[in-house]
Each structure stands twice: as structure tokens, then as C-alpha cells.
């Protein structure tokens, strides 16, 4: 098999080749040019040396094919440069592109950051506005009482006109229950009304300590991300609370007051219930947390719109009985416990007659018997007021007599009772006499005394004096114009018929 020539030798033979033809051409004109002088001087042509002619045409082509390829790998550079250029071009457009992409990405992330930031302190401003607003609404339960009450006085008389007690009772019980207060703040209401004794029951349901916010706001806290309460002080919690029952029992006070006519009322017996569960057994309680009789003329006193007014303060100057522990729970004994189901009951059978009819002592509250004595000692000329706290210390009221000669002071007890006063009810007061810097004592009973009790008042007639029922009655008939019956289950000893009828 013949070898196969190489690039360089077909080139070289291709060379070669066209020098020959051209030889052979410039030889043919040069011969035909030359004839004259050949035949005058003939030449033999000189040949050149194949050998020399082919390395010299193989070296020719060799340095051709050295040349285009080192045109071709300059191209090749040329072409590999532009692509790595271009390549890079790209690769920085890329990156460029990344880095834009990155920082719009960041950029974004930080608006979020700041959008969320600013809604989370937005909000926390927010909720704190709504518990500034609640606490502002119960701290505003007194002072934002509605107007023009003495505008159901009308109602009120012709509910007592066509439906006796129970109408007079009905209405202001609607009243209750339709009081703006803040809601929660009484969830419901039950009112009995006692014309002969002039008072008016009434029992309304209190919140419990949940209604009042146990947080004073919120905050944002830019290193956690979120919105945290401000949680108050347990005490301040409590505190916040037991202010509220006071102003809640006063507003219904104020209420119950403005709504009825000054001689249809002039004792309001009130009764504060709150229901909840008890924590410690599940089961639905209405501890009473607050109760009182408070008489008009007292209640008239007070100036509810006065900003430094202590509503605790209030409830205490008016003898409540106020539960210490609220929030627990913790229960207080109800001056006068009545059952508004069965009181209206009773009501609804009963005939209202005149208002002039004659009171039976026995059949009267407490509250009310002892307002009547306070009464008869005003009408004998005594200045009289209510003593604080009088279950403490068995007093009811004091009396004073101002005359020239000077100041007589008088303690004053009220016992409505059907049996015989004991002797040791008659020195307990002789007791509290020294405590109240009292010249004399009074007990005032509806029943009658026995005979230790005459000698204990007979040895300290300077100090003491007994008025027994039917004593009490005349008094009555002579200073307040009052015939009162006395309903004992029998006629006391010494005593006639006539004196308990």
C-alpha cells in the first residue's frame, strides 16, 4: 500500500509544479525571442536540481501551512478571548444581577420588618387605648348617671295607684335593668316595695373581678418580635375592683332614690349579689358582697359628682356592710335578706290602702322601726343622726337637746321584739353610755320590761329611761300623729287591751 503524502509534500509537489509551468512558458517565449541569436550562438538550458527545488518548495510550504496556522490559532485566541470576555461579561452581569436581586430581597425583608414593626406598635397602641377605654367607662360608672329621673315620678304613682306595691316595684326595677351602666356591670336586678314602711328592696347582680382589665396595656418588644401585656399588681387588681362595687351600689342607690317620689320612699334596703362559680367546688354562688339601708335625707348629703370622693369611704359613712375579700368570693351576711320571687307575692295579695293605715311595730323592718324612733325624737325636739356601725356597739341613734343651760346628749336603742326585754340588754347600755360621752340612755322597745330591768333603771334614773310599747305607741299618737298597732301574740303583764290596739 502506497503512503499517504503528508500536507507539506502535496503542497511542495503543487508548488513545483506551477514553477514548472511557468518555466515551460517563460522557456517557450524565450526560445521563440531567441532564435536569431541561438543560431548565431547556441546554449544548452540549465536544469534545475529536483532535490534542492523540492526541500526549497517543501521548506515554502512548509512555512505557509506554519503561517496559516499560526493565523488560525490567533483567530482561535482571538475567538477564545472574545468568548471569555463575553463569558465574563455575563458571569458580572449575572452577579450584578444577583446582587440587585439580594439587596431588593433585603430591602424587602426590612420594609416587612419596619410594616410589622409599625403594625405591632400600632396595635399595642390600640389595645391599650381599649383597656384605657374600659377602665375609663368603670372609673366613669358614677359620674355618667342619667339625667331627668324625677320625670318617672308620675309613672311611678300611677303604678302604685292601679297596681299597689308590686307596680311600684315593677317600674323601678325596668329602670334598673335599662341603666346605661357599662356592660357586665349589672346583669340583672330585682326590686320589692313596703308602702306602709315607705322603703324599697332592692337586690342587683354585681360583676365579678373579671370585668375589670388585669392588664394597664401593651407593648411592642422590638428583640421578641411581639406584642406583650403590661399585667397590673394583684393588689391594684383588687383595689380596682372593690371601687367599682362601691360606685355600682351607689349608682343604684342614686337610682333607686331619683326615680321614686319623696313620700312614696324614704329607705332604699340594698342588696349586692355577684354570680360566678366558686374555683373551689364548680358550682354556680351569689355571695352578697355589699348590703345597706341608707335613708333618704342621708343619701342626700353626698355630692356623687365630686371628683375626690371615695366611694369605699362613701358605703362605710353610710353603715354598708361591705365584703373585705370581694374577689374571693368571701361573703357578707345581708342586713335584710329577702326573697324578690316571694315578696312580690306577697305583694300582689296584699291591699294597699290608704297611706295614712295603721303600722303594726311588730311587722315592720328593723331599719325601719328604728328610723321611726329617730323621728319621734326629732319631733320632741332632739336633733337626731344614725350611728355607724350601730350592730357593733347596740346603739341606734343620738339624740341632742341644745338649751341655754348647755348640750344634753342621749343614746338611743330601738329594740322591735315580741318578747320581754332582758335585764342584760338594759346594762349593756348603761355600758356604752361612758363611750359615747352620753348624759343618758334610752331603750325603746316595742314589748315591755321586767322587773330587774325597773330596778336597774330606778337605781340609774339619772341615767337611763325605758319606754316600753305601749308607752311607745302614745308617744307616737301625741308627737307624730301615728296610731300604731302593737301585735304581741299576748297582752303583756299589767298592760290592757287597749294599749296594743
Known amino acids: 500500500m502506497a503512503r499517504r503524502k503528508t500536507v507539506a509534500e502535496l503542497l511542495a509537489?503543487?508548488?513545483?509544479a506551477k514553477q514548472q509551468a511557468k518555466l515551460a512558458q517563460a522557456g517557450a517565449g524565450q526560445s521563440a525571442a531567441a532564435k536569431p541569436a541561438a543560431a548565431r550562438r547556441p546554449r544548452t538550458p540549465r536544469r534545475p536540481d529536483p532535490a534542492a527545488e523540492?526541500?526549497?518548495?517543501?521548506?515554502?510550504?512548509?512555512?505557509?501551512?506554519?503561517?496559516?496556522?499560526?493565523?488560525k490559532a490567533k483567530e482561535a485566541a482571538r475567538i477564545e478571548a472574545d468568548l471569555a470576555k463575553r463569558q465574563s461579561a455575563r458571569e458580572r452581569e449575572a452577579q450584578q444581577r444577583q446582587r440587585e436581586q439580594e439587596r431588593a430581597v433585603r430591602e424587602r425583608e426590612r420594609l416587612g420588618r419596619e410594616a410589622l414593626k409599625q403594625r405591632s406598635k400600632e396595635e399595642a397602641e390600640q389595645r391599650s387605648r381599649e383597656v384605657a377605654a374600659v377602665l375609663d367607662e368603670l372609673e366613669a360608672v358614677l359620674r355618667d348617671r342619667p339625667d331627668g329621673l324625677e320625670d318617672w315620678h308620675p309613672l311611678v304613682e300611677q303604678a302604685l295607684a292601679h297596681d299597689g306595691a308590686a307596680g311600684v316595684a315593677e317600674v323601678v326595677e325596668d329602670l334598673l335593668r335599662r341603666s346605661p351602666v357599662p356592660a357586665g356591670c349589672r346583669d340583672d336586678a330585682a326590686v320589692g316595695y313596703m308602702p306602709e314602711a315607705g322603703q324599697l328592696l332592692v337586690e342587683?347582680?354585681?360583676?365579678?373581678?373579671?370585668?375589670?382589665?388585669?392588664?394597664?396595656?401593651y407593648r411592642f418588644v422590638a428583640q421578641r418580635g411581639e406584642v406583650v401585656p403590661l399585667p397590673v399588681k394583684e393588689a391594684d387588681l383588687q383595689e380596682t375592683y372593690r371601687r367599682l362595687l362601691a360606685r355600682l351600689a351607689l349608682r343604684?342607690?342614686?337610682?333607686?332614690?331619683?326615680?321614686?317620689?319623696?313620700?312614696?320612699?324614704?329607705?332604699v334596703i340594698l342588696n349586692g349579689h355577684v354570680a360566678t362559680t366558686d374555683p373551689a367546688t364548680g358550682r354556680a354562688v351569689r355571695p352578697c358582697v355589699v348590703s345597706m339601708v341608707v335613708e333618704r335625707a342621708d343619701f342626700a348629703e353626698l355630692v356623687l359628682d365630686e371628683p375626690r370622693l371615695d366611694p369605699q369611704r362613701c358605703l362605710r359613712n353610710l353603715g354598708a356592710v361591705v365584703s373585705r375579700h370581694p374577689h374571693d368570693l368571701e361573703p357578707v351576711p345581708p342586713i335584710v335578706d329577702?326573697?324578690?320571687?316571694?315578696?312580690?307575692i306577697a305583694a300582689d295579695t296584699a291591699v294597699v290602702g290608704p297611706l295614712?293605715?295603721?303600722?303594726d311595730l311588730l311587722q315592720m323592718d328593723p331599719f325601719a322601726f328604728e328610723r321611726l324612733v329617730?323621728?319621734?325624737?326629732?319631733?320632741m325636739g332632739y336633733e337626731t343622726w344614725r350611728t355607724q356601725n350601730s350592730r357593733d356597739d347596740g346603739l341606734d341613734a343620738v339624740a341632742v337637746r341644745r338649751d341655754p343651760v348647755g348640750v344634753t346628749v342621749i343614746a338611743v336603742q330601738a329594740k322591735?321584739?315580741?318578747?320581754?326585754?332582758?335585764?342584760?340588754?338594759?346594762?349593756?347600755?348603761?355600758?356604752?353610755?361612758q363611750d359615747k360621752q352620753a348624759a343618758r340612755g334610752v331603750l325603746v322597745t316595742t314589748s315591755w320590761y321586767g322587773k330587774a330591768s325597773w330596778e336597774i333603771a330606778h337605781r340609774n334614773g339619772q341615767r337611763l329611761d325605758l319606754i316600753d310599747g305601749r308607752n311607745l305607741k302614745a308617744l307616737l299618737l301625741e308627737h307624730l300623729g301615728i296610731d300604731a298597732l302593737i301585735g304581741l301574740p299576748k297582752i303583756p303583764p299589767g298592760w290592757e287591751p287597749g294599749d296594743i290596739d
Open 338 to 344: 329577702f326573697d324578690p320571687a316571694r315578696f312580690k
Open 54 to 71: 523540492h526541500a526549497r518548495l517543501l521548506a515554502a510550504g512548509e512555512k505557509l501551512l506554519a503561517k496559516e496556522d499560526a493565523a
Open 356 to 359: 295614712d293605715s295603721r303600722p
Open 204 to 217: 342587683v347582680a354585681l360583676p365579678s373581678q373579671d370585668i375589670v382589665p388585669a392588664v394597664s396595656g
Open 252 to 267: 343604684a342607690l342614686d337610682e333607686a332614690f331619683s326615680v321614686t317620689p319623696v313620700h312614696l320612699v324614704g329607705t
Open 374 to 379: 329617730r323621728e319621734l325624737f326629732t319631733a
Open 416 to 433: 322591735r321584739t315580741k318578747n320581754v326585754v332582758s335585764p342584760e340588754v338594759v346594762r349593756a347600755l348603761l355600758g356604752t353610755l
Open 13 to 16: 509537489e503543487a508548488l513545483l
